[in-house]
């Protein structure tokens, strides 16, 4: 099986940053062989979403109760690494990046339980540590002081991994762009699998994050677009900075949620099978910003996990009109067929913008094609939080932009594959 394990690569092109071009970054899959992205493979990439389903219902506006965890947790590899640099000369990494996460975590030498890629901060001249009492200090997870201690430490449960790290500061360096005093957490110890073997750079909206640290260069605006997981050459991007950003594109507000801070949260007002807007209680869609509950669109969960009021809204209408055909489950998918699925678009209707996609974001099919499945679930019992994940497939073949400055998401058909 780890011969099937996912993971999309992010390499950095050489587009120079100025005033008139983009930071753009290009998205490879890297499965180990294309014969292998079948069955198998597409139940291991499921059965990973109930970790980080766990992990997004586990937030909370506490600092100190957000355990981190990784997006490919259950399978030992992140979904998406940046290629960066980091120090005075740069020493380069493959960190992890996620939308959904605000820390900046890389190994450093002498790490204990790290891999052989760690950080050497004695060749860099612009490392730094971070001193107690300083904003940088109190932003990090569970921040810590003790001892009388000068530097400031943390400790933070990561997935089944339990790290420890000092915070520090240096220059990062993305494409030809240099962010100096970068804030990140240096790691010197680690156990379990979850942690990323060289890092992890957070997309989410903290004041930690990179979106956050780099708002004067990139202005809080970044796109991608994920090519789908079949693709043989995969040709997606992450663009950071409103330079190059579509102009024409459908968007929804930006929401913030008291409990879960670092998520892109977006009101799911409908969802539409086919023609026909499915029965849903607009309880099981309905944006709290106190309680967490609501619609968050997420890079690191694979398929979209729906409160099971709304899935089952959805996979009964699916159902319906496959008329008697024999429904059978595979893995984690409990609406499959031996037939062609005869539903053409499914539309997310949010507020101000619906969004309609095609069979290849919402049906999956086996190796030979002779099973196809409705490729969403309902969130497992005891997690159901009442949060709604809108996940990486449901967002293959679309420009995703987040927009800081107006507080908007916006979606547009965009074939990366």
């Not at 190994?107 to 790290?114: D, E, F, T, V």
């Not at 730094?128 to 009388?148: D, I, R």
């Not at 996609?357 to 969130?379: E, K, R, V, W, Y």
Request: positive net charge; proline residues 5%.
């Amino acid at each position: 099986m780890n011969s099937l394990l996912l993971f999309l690569t992010l390499i950095l092109s050489s587009v120079a940053a100025g005033a008139q071009k983009p930071t753009n970054l290009r998205v490879f899959h890297a499965t180990a062989v294309a014969s292998s992205r079948g069955e198998d493979f597409v139940l291991q990439m499921q059965s990973s979403d109930a970790a980080r389903f766990q992990y997004l219902s586990n937030l909370a506006a506490a600092r100190s109760d957000v355990p981190l965890a990784s997006s490919r947790a259950a399978m030992k590899n992140p979904t998406y690494v940046v290629k960066i640099g980091v120090g005075t000369p740069p020493q380069s990494f493959f960190a992890a990046v996620d939308t959904s996460v605000d820390a900046a975590w890389i190994p450093c030498s002498g790490c204990a339980g790290c891999t052989s890629t760690t950080f050497d901060k004695s060749k860099s001249s612009t490392f730094k540590t971070v001193a107690c009492g300083t904003s940088q200090c109190a932003n990090v997870p569970n921040p810590s002081c003790s001892g009388g201690g000068a530097v400031c430490g943390t400790n933070v449960t990561y997935g089944s991994s339990v790290i420890s790290a000092t915070v520090a500061q240096d220059t990062v360096s993305l494409s030809s762009d240099s962010i100096s005093a970068y804030t990140f957490s240096c790691v010197y110890k680690t156990n379990g699998t979850s942690f990323p073997a060289q890092g992890l750079i957070g997309l989410g909206r903290g004041p930690l994050s990179l979106i956050s640290q780099t708002a004067d260069l990139y202005k809080s605006t970044f796109s991608y677009c994920l090519p789908g997981y079949k693709s043989v050459n995969f040709t997606g991007s992450l663009r950071l900075g409103p330079v190059a950003q579509p102009k024409r594109i459908k968007t929804t507000p930006l929401l913030r949620n008291q409990r879960r801070s670092s998520l892109y949260y977006v009101e799911l007002v409908g969802i539409r099978v086919g023609g026909r807007v499915v029965d849903i209680k607009p309880s099981a869609l309905r944006f709290d910003p106190v309680s967490g509950n609501g619609t968050v669109l997420d890079s690191g969960t694979v398929f979209t996990t729906l409160v099971k009021p709304a899935y089952t809204a959805v996979r009964d209408e699916v159902r319906r009109r496959m008329g008697n055909a024999t429904v059978s489950s595979l893995g984690g998918f409990d609406t499959c067929y031996t037939v062609p699925i005869v539903v053409p678009t499914l539309t997310f209707m949010f507020s101000g913008m619906n969004v309609i996609l095609p069979q290849d974001n919402f049906i999956i099919h086996s190796t030979a094609g002779a099973t196809s499945c409705l490729a969403m679930a309902a969130s497992a019992e005891g997690l159901d939080s009442g949060l709604n994940v809108i996940a990486s497939f449901q967002q293959q073949n679309h420009r995703i932009l987040i927009d800081g400055p107006n507080s908007r998401l916006g979606v547009a058909r965009e074939l990366c594959s």
